[in-house]
């Protein structure tokens, strides 16, 4: 079993940056990968980024790539996004997930899942 509990969401003006923490409990070091995913008001939740058990791999969604960072420190269990230049349609709720499956994007890959964390940006 692994708890993920996410951080960081806030309101944040557009062009302004934040970032996102997933702590993970249990047995973290068994996930093959970690992933970011959202959900944005009415819409199905989307892949963002993932990064693999040794943070040596990492893949984006075409509107994160270049703007965000996904990261984690395995000491802390902890898998970090970090968002740049954020624009009004990332608003959304922000999901931490861990996976079985070595980086892969798809949602069905992914065992557990947090909470989420609310992230809005204003125009």
């Known amino acids: 079993q692994v708890q993920l509990v996410e951080s960081g969401g806030e309101l944040v003006q557009a062009g302004g940056s934040l970032r996102l923490s997933c702590a993970a409990s249990?047995?973290?070091?068994?996930?093959?990968?970690m992933g970011w995913f959202r959900q944005a008001p009415g819409k199905e939740r989307e892949f963002v980024a993932v990064?693999?058990?040794?943070?040596?791999?990492?893949d984006y969604a075409n509107f994160a790539r270049g703007r965000f960072l996904i990261s984690k420190d395995n000491a802390k269990n902890t898998v970090y996004l970090q968002m740049n230049n954020l624009k009004v349609e990332d608003t959304a709720v922000y999901y931490c997930?861990?996976?079985?499956?070595?980086?892969?994007?798809?949602?069905?890959?992914?065992?557990?899942w947090g909470q989420g964390t609310q992230v809005t940006v204003s125009s």
């Open positions: 997930a861990a996976s079985l499956v070595p980086w892969t994007r798809s949602q069905e890959d992914y065992n557990y």
């Open positions: 249990g047995r973290p070091g068994s996930s093959a990968a």
């Open positions: 990064i693999s058990r040794s943070g040596g791999s990492t």
